[in-house]
């Protein structure tokens, strides 16, 4: 797959020190863009990653900030523009979960999860769209969950928030398919990231029995994907939730 195109262009992925982000960043890079890597407090892991992806001959910057927070996504903003210039691909990725009945969180936990899954999304792409406007071109990119679609048990506001994740994702298509500025999300089934190590052995095997596969994705099969809606490769494609879950049930 010829990715040309992609070269020299400035790519953003927030909460991109591990896991998903780091797996799109890493395969991004690897297509030719210069990769902004973000995280709100894992420091030491977001300089590893960089560090791992100037090793890989991957022009990058690393910048510490929380996208929950609009005003420090316009520093965030800034400070790529300085370096970088304006954002070209923007990978809403950043996210945290919570296990547990809804009865039992409290009014701060949920307006976390919201806060970091959602209103995130809302912040940096209220931010990008001005400059894909002017230039006529630009991709945003989400990270949603297959739960955004039909809901999981005990994960009742991570679910509401990548549902609203889905809905945004439709909205915005339509809003800035004028511009030439395509917006798709990709639902994530099971990936294999810290944030499902929380499973025991057991839970692990019976979750995989669920899967066509019969096994967890990985966060370079996530990269692939994201590397295929950024390009030109999938240029009619757009207001698109595209479930990437290994045949679940």
Same mark, same amino acid.
């Given at each position: 797959?010829?990715?040309?195109?992609?070269?020299?262009?400035?790519?953003?992925?927030?909460?991109?020190?591990?896991?998903?982000?780091?797996?799109?960043?890493?395969?991004?890079?690897?297509?030719? &863009?210069?990769?902004?890597?973000?995280?709100?407090?894992?420091?030491?892991?977001?300089?590893?990653?960089?560090?791992?992806?100037?090793?890989?001959?991957?022009?990058?910057? +690393?910048?510490?900030?929380?996208?929950?927070?609009?005003?420090?996504?316009?520093?965030?903003?800034?400070?790529?523009?300085?370096?970088?210039? #304006?954002?070209?691909?923007?990978?809403?990725?950043?996210?945290?979960?919570?296990? $547990?009945?809804?009865?039992?969180?409290?009014?701060?936990?949920?307006?976390?999860?919201?806060? !970091?899954?959602?209103?995130? !999304?809302?912040? &940096?792409?209220?931010?990008?769209? =001005?400059?894909?406007?002017?230039?006529?071109?630009?991709?945003?990119? #989400?990270?949603?969950?297959?739960?955004?679609?039909?809901?999981?048990?005990c994960?009742?506001v991570?679910?509401?928030?990548?549902?609203?994740?889905?809905?945004?994702?439709?909205?915005?298509?339509?809003?800035?398919? =004028?511009?030439?500025?395509?917006?798709?999300?990709?639902? &994530?089934?099971?990936?294999?990231?810290?944030? #499902?190590? &929380?499973?025991?052995?057991?839970?692990?095997?019976?979750? +995989?029995?669920?899967?066509?596969?019969?096994r967890?994705?990985?966060?370079?099969?996530?990269?692939?994907?994201a590397?295929?809606?950024?390009?030109?490769?999938?240029?009619?494609?757009?207001?698109?939730?595209?479930?990437?879950d290994? $045949?679940?049930?």
């Amino acid at each position: 797959m010829d990715l040309q195109e992609l070269k020299g262009k400035t790519a953003l992925v927030t909460g991109s020190s591990r896991g998903i982000g780091k797996g799109i960043a890493f395969a991004l890079g690897k297509a030719g &863009c210069r990769v902004v890597l973000n995280a709100s407090r894992s420091e030491k892991e977001l300089e590893q990653t960089r560090k791992e992806l100037e090793d890989a001959s991957i022009e990058c910057m +690393a910048v510490l900030a929380d996208v929950s927070d609009y005003t420090a996504c316009k520093l965030l903003f800034d400070k790529i523009k300085s370096t970088f210039g #304006n954002v070209d691909i923007l990978v809403n990725n950043a996210g945290i979960s919570h296990i $547990g009945l809804f009865t039992d969180m409290t009014p701060h936990q949920w307006e976390q999860v919201l806060s !970091v899954n959602l209103c995130s !999304v809302l912040n &940096c792409t209220h931010i990008a769209i =001005p400059p894909m406007v002017h230039k006529k071109d630009g991709v945003i990119l #989400n990270i949603s969950s297959m739960w955004g679609a039909v809901g999981a048990s005990c994960e009742a506001v991570y679910s509401a928030s990548k549902g609203g994740i889905n809905a945004f994702t439709k909205s915005m298509a339509k809003e800035l398919g =004028p511009s030439h500025i395509r917006v798709n999300a990709i639902a &994530c089934g099971v990936i294999d990231t810290a944030m #499902n190590r &929380c499973f025991t052995e057991e839970e692990r095997t019976e979750l +995989a029995e669920e899967i066509a596969l019969m096994r967890f994705g990985t966060p370079k099969e996530v990269g692939d994907l994201a590397v295929f809606l950024a390009s030109n490769h999938s240029s009619f494609l757009t207001g698109q939730i595209i479930t990437l879950d290994g $045949g679940m049930q």
